[in-house]
């Protein structure tokens, strides 16, 4: 009888792993994989720039090609895009824009921030062949396994990329189900997708799109205004029978939901800017932070984060969205009390997984760098 070769179960190759890691490092393996193809890795997950193409007068889609490494996500999320310039690693989060594909390949959609320096690094100087870093997929304003009932999307800036993830996804299994997305932007140069989403919305009766204006004059084929009960009602009559996702700006996010959480079927939300502060001028003085792994002390002031505290005094935890969503940023917190900087709420408690963006010290601290 022949032998018939046989895949490496998933245990067979983590030992496999583990003996090669004893002779050779995963850093050194990078490094010489990388000479041979630019995304070969020992285990980061890395893409290579496919593609590029303009949307708006400020805002870029990047196609790229993930390595082995990268595990997938669900339309709505987010991961962490890491790239080097001058020299440092510079992190943030994205959505990604497209639906799963055949090849692989994913796409994420960036806006030009003035002073971002990634984003401008993404949308003015990274070129096709470029390798970005990637994380995991993280965010929780995704569809259901199986959708059902009507759907009302409401967008506002880039809080149309996670929304075009999904609608491209319902698209490619013939839209199942009605959705209706309403889109806000300051003026007609700064929209995106809007020929692709009219030319679905012309071919699939269960899609509908209308665009908003909030500076710009309306047009005849844009309404105009910001988001209120008056547009809501002259676009989705039927809000009560409709499950609602929103995502854009906090004031935007929170104006959807005082508008349609107790009208809707269900409500679920992201915003791509952290709210107002609590009490922000509530602390002052300063705390002594205590870095438990190389014993270094930091004086630092209250009411700041503690990711900006730390990079402040030449430290560079690992970070991503900023906004206490992806835990990148997520450290030990050995002793003391901290402060969320959104919420008010005090934690004196030690903690496995303190996110430093959100949180402030309210005392003096230990924790796990």
Not at 167 to 182: F, K, S, T, V
Not at 227 to 245: E, K, M, N, Y
Not at 352 to 366: E, F, H, K, M, T
Request: aromatic share 6%; glycine share 8%; net charge positive.
């Amino acid at each position: 009888m022949n032998a018939v070769a046989t895949p490496a179960t998933p245990r067979r190759r983590s030992l496999l792993k583990r003996l090669a890691r004893t002779l050779v490092a995963p850093d050194t393996f990078d490094f010489w994989a990388s000479r041979l193809h630019p995304i070969w890795s020992w285990e980061r997950p890395l893409a290579r720039i496919v593609a590029r193409q303009a949307e708006s007068s400020d805002t870029f889609s990047l196609l790229l090609q993930p390595n082995r490494h990268w595990q997938g996500f669900r339309p709505g999320q987010h991961l962490n895009i890491g790239a080097e310039i001058d020299g440092t690693l510079v992190t943030r989060s994205y959505s990604l824009s497209d639906a799963p594909r055949a090849d692989g390949r994913i796409a994420i959609t960036v806006k030009a921030i003035p002073g971002g320096k990634l984003s401008q690094h993404l949308c003015h100087a990274a070129k096709p062949g470029d390798v970005l870093m990637l994380g995991a997929a993280f965010g929780d304003m995704t569809l259901p396994e199986t959708p059902e009932g009507a759907w009302l999307f409401l967008a506002a800036g880039s809080g149309i990329t996670p929304m075009m993830a999904m609608i491209r996804a319902q698209a490619a299994l013939g839209m199942p189900m009605p959705i209706a997305l309403a889109y806000w932007a300051r003026s007609r140069d700064e929209l995106c997708f809007v020929d692709e989403l009219r030319a679905l919305a012309a071919r699939q009766p269960n899609f509908r799109v209308d665009c908003v204006l909030t500076r710009d004059d309306a047009a005849l084929d844009f309404r105009h205004g910001r988001i209120d009960a008056t547009l809501l009602s002259a676009f989705a009559p039927d809000l009560h029978q409709r499950r609602v996702f929103a995502c854009g700006p906090s004031g935007f996010v929170e104006s959807a939901r005082k508008l349609t959480v107790d009208r809707a079927v269900a409500f679920h939300a992201e915003a791509f800017t952290p709210p107002p502060r609590v009490d922000a001028d509530a602390d002052s003085g300063s705390v002594r932070i205590t870095l438990a792994a190389s014993g270094r002390t930091l004086d630092v002031p209250r009411g700041v984060s503690l990711l900006t505290a730390l990079e402040a005094n030449g430290l560079k935890p690992a970070s991503g969205c900023r906004m206490g969503l992806c835990n990148t940023c997520a450290c030990g917190k050995r002793a003391g009390s901290t402060r969320h900087l959104y919420t008010g709420d005090i934690e004196n408690e030690p903690v496995s997984a303190l996110r430093l963006c959100v949180n402030s010290a309210g005392s003096d601290l230990i924790l796990d760098l």
